[in-house]
């Protein structure tokens, strides 16, 4: 069974930093493209990052840039997003997925999805 489970979220107050985690099982997840993706109350799902099967690399959505960071441990079987600077805009569910593609920000390219995790940023 192929599954995906994110966790880390929480409540954070502005300005604040939160570490998210999504967990592969039944599966290699280095041999993925891995994506984390995001969805507020009454919005559209959007793409946050993600790493690349092919190479490793790490790419971003232009609005995340420079406050968001992905990585990957392949011991542990996980990828990590990284926080900072959170603002209340950044509330959302955040849901990491697996794609067979080597590069792509399309939600419909990914087809393994976690449950998700609440992030809230409020004072």
């Known amino acids: 069974q192929l599954q995906l489970v994110e966790s880390g979220g929480g409540l954070v107050q502005p300005g604040g930093s939160l570490t998210l985690s999504c967990v592969a099982s039944g599966f290699t997840l280095e041999k993925y493209t891995i994506g984390w993706f995001r969805q507020a109350p009454g919005k559209e799902r959007e793409a946050v990052s993600f790493?690349?099967?092919?190479?490793?690399?790490?790419n971003y959505a232009d609005s995340m840039k420079g406050r968001f960071t992905i990585s990957r441990d392949s011991a542990k079987n996980t990828v990590y997003l990284q926080m900072i600077s959170l603002q209340p805009e950044d509330t959302a569910v955040y849901y990491c997925a697996a794609s067979h593609y080597h590069y792509t920000f399309n939600q419909y390219d990914y087809f393994y999805w976690g449950q998700g995790t609440q992030v809230t940023v409020s004072s």
């Open positions: 790493i690349s099967h092919t190479d490793g690399n790490l």
